[in-house]
């Protein structure tokens, strides 16, 4: 038969594995309840006849091809000489049985609630361990919460966590030997896998590997097997974890991080992100918005967003968004833009302004003001009527006669049809018309006319 010898590479021919197989029970004590099964072989728990020692024992079930993948788990697997991941302790000759230390269990099994720290650990040292392999072109292509099992720890650490289950390895071309993998036949955990796993697995790079372990810290964080169409972390949650998980989970290969070396990294950075105070990074990000730093705005929206009760974060560092950027984000994202918009000003109503110089209160007014142009001017008129109120608000609350100049003008200006979503907030607040009515006003809209100038 002919077989391929990974460790020289090329074709050998080596005799027929059952010729020179050892049965495991002529050198274990097999468990009689198996550990568990997979799709080509059963795992039992076992003991070495003479040392004793006990041991996770896997055997390929009697089929050619659950032969092919046991044999081809036994020898990448044995070169793949890492902390994390699982050793080959003794194996069959003829490759049809191996053993290895016994799993307490998978990461599946073990998951408490979402450990932060002890993620950042998981994704750390499955990291390091994948990027072994695929310095050596080996590609595992099957990450998953259970191919993920546990070895209890040392010097102090609960675990030592290693990647298991290499039986889908995809090996350098050169190296390919009989094909267990074909164009159009999907492989992987469904939830887990990279999508171009399901056109050509046989092309899969490392960044599938990427992409399945992204996947793996989404599941890790919410507790829920990721689903096509359902966003992979909730809104608001976990926020500093998003651009980690975004990056490895991009379906777009080119689009998406290569490397477990690039992904360690982006490990790194979330846990100085998490750590970092709010304010010094909201002042980071707002230094980044005024140099046109690309991301510097989203991630700002989403630290106030996420910190909605933070007073000085709104005056200090999100009012303080230039004017340019902050009319094309309320353009892009005028929902988010309203909402947050709105929270500001019942910050400026409700909140005291602390020991700040009074006059800097034209700031917050202007970003508002700003924010409610752009969503008029475009069209976006529901979301500009809901923060119109609270701005209407803020500006009666403050009477800065700068920014009341301001907003009349602009009230003067407004056409059909949205001087009749902003009418009825007028009509609605007497002391927002007795602010801003004047004798003799001039408007485009007979409307706002009537409802300001009295007539
Ligand atoms: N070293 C081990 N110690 C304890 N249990 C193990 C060990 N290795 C595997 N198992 C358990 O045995 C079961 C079968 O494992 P196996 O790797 O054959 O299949 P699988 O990953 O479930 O499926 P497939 O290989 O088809 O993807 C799993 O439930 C796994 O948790």
């Keep these: 038969m002919r077989l391929v010898d990974p460790v020289k590479g090329g074709w050998v021919v080596m005799e027929d594995e059952s010729n020179i197989s050892i049965k495991a029970q002529d050198r274990y004590r097999l468990d009689a309840r198996t550990l568990g099964h997979g799709s080509y072989a059963q795992v039992f728990r076992a003991a070495h006849k003479e040392t004793h020692e006990e041991v996770a024992l896997k055997r390929s079930y009697n089929r050619q091809d659950a032969r092919d993948r046991i044999r081809r788990e036994i020898q990448d697997q044995k070169r793949l ?5 699982m050793p080959i302790l003794d194996h069959d000759p003829g490759f049809t049985w191996y053993t290895m230390p016994l799993a307490i269990d998978n990461l599946e099994g073990l998951r408490q609630g979402p450990d932060e720290e002890e993620l950042a650990s998981i994704l750390l040292a499955i990291g390091e361990a994948l990027d072994v392999a695929h310095q050596l072109g080996l590609v595992h292509r099957d990450i998953s919460p259970p191919n993920i099992l546990a070895l209890p720890g040392q010097s102090g650490a609960k675990y030592r966590w290693v990647v298991a289950d290499w039986g889908m390895v995809r090996r350098p071309p050169d190296e390919a030997s009989r094909i267990l993998t074909r164009t159009g036949q999907g492989m992987g955990t469904p939830g887990f896998d990279a999508p171009e796993l399901s056109t050509d697995p046989r092309k899969a790079t490392p960044a599938a590997d990427v992409y399945s372990l992204g996947r793996v810290a989404a599941w890790y964080l919410t507790g829920t097997t990721p689903r096509s169409g359902v966003r992979l972390l909730p809104d608001a949650e976990f926020l500093h974890w998003r651009p980690f998980v975004n990056a490895c989970t991009q379906q777009d290969l080119q689009m998406r991080t290569q490397s477990m070396s690039e992904l360690r990294r982006m490990v790194q950075a979330v846990l100085i992100d998490r750590d970092e105070p709010v304010p010094t990074k909201a ?15 989203e991630a700002l929206v989403r630290l106030v967003d996420a910190h909605q009760d933070d007073t000085s974060l709104y005056f200090d560092y999100f009012a303080q968004i230039p004017t340019g950027p902050t009319r094309s984000w309320s353009q892009s994202d005028p929902e988010r833009a309203a909402l947050l918009a709105s929270v500001l000003a019942r ?3 409700n909140d005291s302004w602390g020991d700040r110089d009074k006059e800097y209160v034209s700031t917050p007014l202007a970003f508002l003001h700003t924010v409610l142009q752009a969503l008029v001017s475009d069209n976006n008129l529901g979301h500009a009527q809901d923060l119109a109120a609270d701005f209407f608000a803020a500006d009666v609350h403050w009477q800065d006669q700068e920014q009341r100049r301001r907003s009349l003008e602009w009230l003067a200006d407004l056409e059909a049809p949205a001087d009749r979503a902003i009418a009825p907030v007028l009509g609605a607040r007497p002391d927002v018309v007795e602010y801003y009515r004047e004798p003799g006003w001039q408007a485009r809209s007979v409307v706002l006319g009537t409802i300001l100038a009295g007539g």
């Design 283 to 297: 002042s980071r990000l707002l230094e980044g918005v005024v140099l046109g730093q690309e991301g510097s705005l």
């Design 347 to 349: 910050h400026l109503v």
């Design 81 to 85: 000489a890492h902390p994390n991941i």
